[in-house]
């Protein structure tokens, strides 16, 4: 695997802090979320800080690298061309799901709006690795995926994370974009413990490091990226830190934008615990050569012993002992590479990625689709929650997706929540409720804003024309002033809204 080169520290570029972002002392680089990005027309501010040689990364978040369903090429190639329109030196994604359904399992195709937990089993596993690989062929630059927060647990999972991890890095040679916050979310949500992950982590695998806050409340963890980075996750990147130096560390806000003085004050924070865990470790390095700190010389050596536990098959029923060796052990065993001349982020890694199992791979594709398709439908379609899993927990995550659906179709439909005011919110969740989204988010503000005039809504006469026209001017296939061949389809339309 080519060894990665510096990234430094940087932050989520995103509109609303874009004049903040550039004015910013320190900031190395920056990521944009890729769906916002229109290559033809960057975002000025993008443009001025690539020209200052500052690096920026897209970020993609709807792929669906986790799904049942090969990778889709539009959306690869989108990707891809986002990629080479910023001069990027590579790409990343998240390990989910994000849709289910359709012609693996005959049914309608559903939309999370959410990036999902993909179950930690074989067959997800072999899923994941072949659609990686695909990707990974289709984009011009390396490709890292990410870790992400869960609310839910699988039923029947057959590895840990970190586990998880190691065996898609070692496989398909992908990097790994690892969240630490998305670490401690899982632990406070699902009880997995961080250092575990982080042992059994392919830490050379690792191109950069996501740190966000996020909020408790009734004893779910919410991975908000809208309040500030708590102790917790700062102490998850220390002990990464301490392991290796991580090529990257990049902040997150999408909500709840503080001042520029905040922002700057929490990538301090970052910089500090990054220093400091290299000089603690700089420090055991030191003491580890000193004579006096060498295991004594008489039986069996003390890492040989460990070792060989580590190796050890199990020796009873009752015994925890693994039948595998840890991945530390495993790392112990191998040589330390030798640093390599200089950085390149440029270049895709020598994969030596396991024999693609190619069309063997249908059953295991068709299983692991029926599973996210109960499972979303359980979440977005008002559907019984599948067996196994938790239905508290399946409520609340259920919820969760409500309310991002309808703050996100705030965002990219603003007039809405204009014209509705304070009852926009009750109105889309009712409207939600057993009305899975099929179509992206614009998509759903114009079937939420056609559910509310079919239903006489809203009463006021005046606010319902202003939303008629709304919808009728954005529900064609183009401007209603540069379709005249249109006019019977509107008043189709119109007689229908009357009716």
Same mark, same amino acid.
């Given at each position: 695997?080519?060894?990665?080169?510096?990234?430094?520290?940087?932050?989520?570029?995103?509109?609303?802090?874009?004049?903040?972002?550039?004015?910013?002392?320190?900031?190395?680089?920056?990521? #944009?979320?890729?769906?916002?990005?229109?290559?033809?027309?960057?975002?000025?501010?993008?443009?001025?800080?690539?020209?200052?040689?500052?690096?920026?990364?897209?970020?993609?978040?709807?792929? &669906?690298?986790?799904?049942?369903?090969?990778?889709?090429?539009?959306?690869?190639?989108?990707?891809?061309?986002?990629?080479?329109?910023?001069?990027?030196?590579?790409?990343?994604?998240?390990?989910?799901?994000?849709?289910?359904?359709?012609?693996?399992?005959?049914?309608?195709?559903?939309?999370? &709006?959410?990036?999902?937990?993909?179950?930690?089993?074989?067959?997800?596993?072999?899923?994941?690795?072949?659609?990686?690989?695909?990707?990974? #062929?289709?984009?011009?630059?390396?490709?890292?995926?990410?870790?992400?927060?869960?609310?839910?647990?699988?039923?029947?999972?057959?590895?840990?994370?970190?586990?998880?991890?190691?065996?898609?890095?070692?496989?398909?040679?992908?990097?790994?974009?690892?969240?630490?916050?998305?670490?401690?979310?899982?632990?406070?949500?699902?009880?997995?413990?961080?250092?575990?992950?982080?042992?059994?982590?392919?830490?050379?695998?690792?191109?950069? $490091?996501?740190?966000?806050?996020?909020?408790?409340?009734?004893?779910?963890?919410?991975?908000?990226?809208?309040?500030?980075?708590?102790?917790?996750?700062?102490?998850?990147?220390?002990?990464?830190?301490?392991? $290796?130096?991580?090529?990257? $560390?990049?902040?997150?806000?999408?909500?709840?934008?503080?001042?520029?003085?905040?922002?700057?004050?929490?990538?301090?924070?970052?910089?500090?615990?990054?220093?400091?865990?290299?000089?603690?470790?700089? &420090?055991?390095?030191?003491?580890?050569?000193?004579?006096?700190?060498?295991?004594?010389?008489?039986?069996?050596? $003390?890492?040989?012993?460990?070792?060989?536990?580590?190796?050890?098959?199990?020796?009873?029923?009752?015994?925890?002992?693994?039948?595998?060796?840890?991945?530390?052990?495993?790392?112990?065993?191998?040589?330390?590479?030798?640093?390599?001349?200089?950085?390149?982020?440029?270049?895709?890694?020598?994969?030596?990625?396991?024999?693609?199992?190619?069309?063997?791979?249908?059953?295991?594709?068709?299983?692991?689709?029926?599973?996210?398709?109960?499972?979303?439908?359980?979440?977005?379609?008002?559907?019984?929650?599948?067996?196994?899993?938790?239905?508290?927990?399946?409520?609340?995550?259920?919820?969760?997706?409500?309310?991002?659906?309808?703050?996100?179709?705030?965002?990219?439909?603003?007039?809405?929540?204009?014209?509705?005011?304070?009852?926009?919110?009750?109105?889309?969740?009712?409207?939600?409720?057993?009305?899975?989204?099929?179509?992206?988010?614009?998509?759903?503000?114009?079937?939420?804003?056609?559910?509310?005039?079919?239903?006489?809504?809203?009463?006021?006469?005046?606010?319902?024309?202003?939303?008629?026209?709304?919808?009728?001017?954005?529900?064609?296939?183009?401007?209603?002033?540069?379709?005249?061949?249109?006019?019977?389809?509107?008043?189709?339309?119109?007689?229908?809204?009357?009716?």
């Amino acid at each position: 695997m080519t060894r990665l080169g510096r990234l430094g520290t940087g932050i989520g570029w995103r509109p609303e802090i874009a004049e903040a972002v550039e004015r910013m002392p320190g900031v190395d680089w920056v990521e #944009a979320v890729s769906e916002n990005l229109c290559p033809g027309h960057l975002p000025e501010s993008l443009r001025r800080l690539r020209e200052r040689g500052v690096t920026v990364v897209p970020h993609g978040v709807s792929l &669906g690298l986790g799904g049942a369903d090969r990778p889709d090429e539009s959306r690869l190639a989108a990707l891809a061309e986002r990629a080479e329109a910023l001069g990027a030196p590579l790409v990343t994604e998240h390990i989910a799901f994000v849709r289910a359904g359709g012609a693996l399992t005959a049914s309608p195709s559903l939309e999370a &709006g959410h990036l999902l937990p993909v179950p930690r089993t074989r067959d997800a596993l072999d899923v994941l690795c072949e659609n990686v690989r695909i990707a990974q #062929a289709a984009l011009p630059v390396p490709l890292a995926v990410e870790n992400i927060a869960a609310l839910l647990r699988w039923p029947g999972e057959e590895m840990t994370e970190g586990q998880f991890l190691y065996d898609l890095a070692d496989r398909t040679g992908v990097r790994l974009l690892i969240d630490v916050a998305n670490l401690h979310t899982n632990h406070v949500n699902r009880g997995e413990d961080p250092a575990r992950a982080l042992d059994e982590l392919p830490v050379e695998a690792i191109a950069y $490091v996501h740190v966000a806050g996020g909020v408790e409340r009734d004893g779910v963890w919410y991975d908000s990226h809208a309040h500030p980075v708590p102790r917790p996750v700062l102490d998850i990147l220390a002990d990464l830190a301490s392991r $290796v130096t991580p090529p990257g $560390v990049l902040l997150e806000r999408d909500e709840n934008f503080p001042g520029p003085g905040e922002l700057e004050r929490e990538l301090a924070a970052i910089r500090g615990t990054l220093e400091e865990a290299g000089a603690a470790e700089r &420090g055991r390095a030191a003491a580890s050569t000193e004579p006096s700190a060498q295991p004594a010389a008489s039986g069996t050596p $003390v890492l040989a012993l460990a070792l060989a536990l580590a190796l050890a098959p199990p020796v009873g029923p009752g015994l925890a002992l693994a039948s595998t060796p840890p991945r530390a052990a495993r790392r112990a065993l191998a040589p330390t590479p030798a640093p390599a001349a200089g950085p390149d982020l440029t270049s895709t890694p020598p994969a030596t990625p396991a024999p693609d199992p190619g069309p063997g791979l249908a059953p295991a594709r068709q299983r692991l689709a029926l599973t996210q398709a109960a499972l979303l439908s359980a979440l977005v379609a008002g559907t019984p929650v599948p067996e196994g899993f938790d239905r508290v927990r399946a409520g609340v995550q259920a919820r969760a997706l409500a309310a991002k659906r309808a703050d996100v179709v705030a965002k990219v439909a603003a007039e809405l929540p204009e014209l509705l005011g304070a009852g926009y919110r009750a109105a889309f969740l009712g409207y939600a409720r057993g009305r899975p989204m099929t179509g992206g988010y614009r998509r759903d503000a114009l079937d939420f804003a056609e559910h509310l005039l079919l239903a006489g809504h809203p009463r006021d006469a005046r606010t319902r024309r202003l939303l008629r026209d709304w919808w009728l001017e954005r529900s064609g296939p183009a401007p209603r002033s540069q379709r005249p061949a249109a006019r019977l389809a509107r008043a189709t339309r119109r007689a229908l809204l009357r009716h």
